[in-house]
């Protein structure tokens, strides 16, 4: 079966940086987008950055600028570097992929990562 496994989370103060990586392993034929996302208490889950397979990406506008996503399809890994963090970007980040094992393709989640940014 098909596992995506995050690393990388933890507690930041303001300003400072943490990296995300997120690595599919498994019976994987092809994968196309990988994102995250993050889900904040009380808050619904929303997309912070995607990746397509060629490398387009494309980002929240509350993460513009601060935030790179970029992966390697030779390791089927997806990364999320976050700058300048700010605490309104505490949440739990997921990360995503669309993932082919058999026709057709699939949604795949991690298991989530807690981000804690104090002011």
């Known amino acids: 079966q098909v596992q995506l496994v995050e690393s990388g989370g933890g507690s930041v103060q303001a300003g400072g940086s943490l990296r995300l990586s997120c690595a599919a392993s498994?019976?994987?034929?092809?994968?196309?987008?990988m994102g995250w996302y993050r889900q904040a208490p009380g808050k619904q889950r929303e997309l912070v950055a995607s990746?397509?397979?060629?490398?387009?990406?494309n980002y929240a506008d509350s993460v513009k600028g601060r935030f790179t996503i970029s992966r390697d399809n030779s390791k089927n890994t997806v990364y999320l570097q976050m700058n300048s963090l700010k605490p309104e970007d505490t949440a739990v980040y997921y990360c995503?992929?669309?993932?082919?094992?058999?026709?057709?393709?699939?949604?795949?989640w991690g298991q989530g990562n807690q981000v804690t940014v104090s002011s």
């Open positions: 995503a992929a669309q993932i082919l094992v058999l026709p057709p393709f699939k949604n795949y």
């Open positions: 990746v397509t397979r060629g490398g387009s990406t």
């Open positions: 498994g019976s994987i034929l092809s994968i196309n987008d």
